[in-house]
């Protein structure tokens, strides 16, 4: 098993016993976002982002580091202006690892030698998610857009969910699920972006992205109500 710890340290654990097998560490900014950011694992590495805009894959087994690449550079004169953090989790599958930076870039690399393929200016603490040929993000902002993930060139931008705390796009077959601070679920088109419906929860807000469940999503709310959607 793989922990994370909230220094940014990541230790690969023997499931049976407990102990550490292996420990990855970096030193950080001395200005750093807060945030909860885990890993992905995925054909036996470990992909993780972190503070400074740099994102690493690390061997499953040993915690060799395979791979590091810089999604975003610190820029500024101040230490505030220069945060440029990875918040949340890259988005991978078997051939390409996409991060995005506070403050920084949008980045894809190669999943085996990490090898830029594209990179663009973009601002996000919400996160990214990778579906078919495109690429969905939230800004800081709320925007929703989709990327080509080949190029990185625009595909379309919902900004009607400005400012209400949207978090990273969830897709579920040809659609897109986002919360929001008022414990909304949106639905989009992933096609155009365009809205489709809107489901309540209990009011407060959804911090997180749905996750898989059977053939839908899992939703919670910061008040701990749990809620499985899917769309007929």
């Not at 659609?175 to 155009?192: A, P, Q, S, T």
């Amino acid at each position: 098993m793989v922990v994370r710890t909230g220094n940014g340290r990541i230790a690969g654990l023997d499931a049976k016993e407990g102990k550490r097998i292996w420990l990855y560490e970096r030193s950080t900014p001395t200005l750093i976002v807060r945030n909860h950011a885990g890993i992905v694992i995925r054909n036996g590495m470990v992909y993780a982002g972190f503070a400074a805009g740099k994102v690493a894959a690390i061997g499953l087994t040993k915690g060799v580091v395979i791979w590091e690449s810089a999604v975003s550079q610190p820029k500024g004169n101040t230490e505030l202006e220069r945060i440029s953090d990875i918040t949340s989790l890259p988005a991978v599958d078997d051939t390409q690892v996409c991060a995005v930076a506070f403050q920084g870039r949008v980045a894809c690399f190669d999943a085996v030698q990490g090898g830029t393929l594209w990179s663009r200016d973009f601002s996000s603490d919400k996160g990214l998610s990778l579906f078919g040929s495109s690429l969905y993000i939230t800004d800081t902002d709320s925007n929703v857009l989709a990327a080509d993930r080949a190029t990185g060139s625009s595909l379309w931008k919902n900004d009607q969910l400005l400012f209400r705390a949207a978090t990273a796009s969830f897709p579920l077959d040809e659609f897109l699920l986002v919360g929001d601070y008022e414990g909304y679920i949106h639905v989009l088109k992933r096609e155009d972006g365009s809205f489709v419906a809107r489901q309540k929860t209990d009011g407060s807000p959804i911090l997180t992205p749905p996750i898989t469940l059977g053939d839908g999503a899992l939703i919670q709310t910061s008040e701990g109500e749990l809620y499985s959607i899917a769309i007929h």
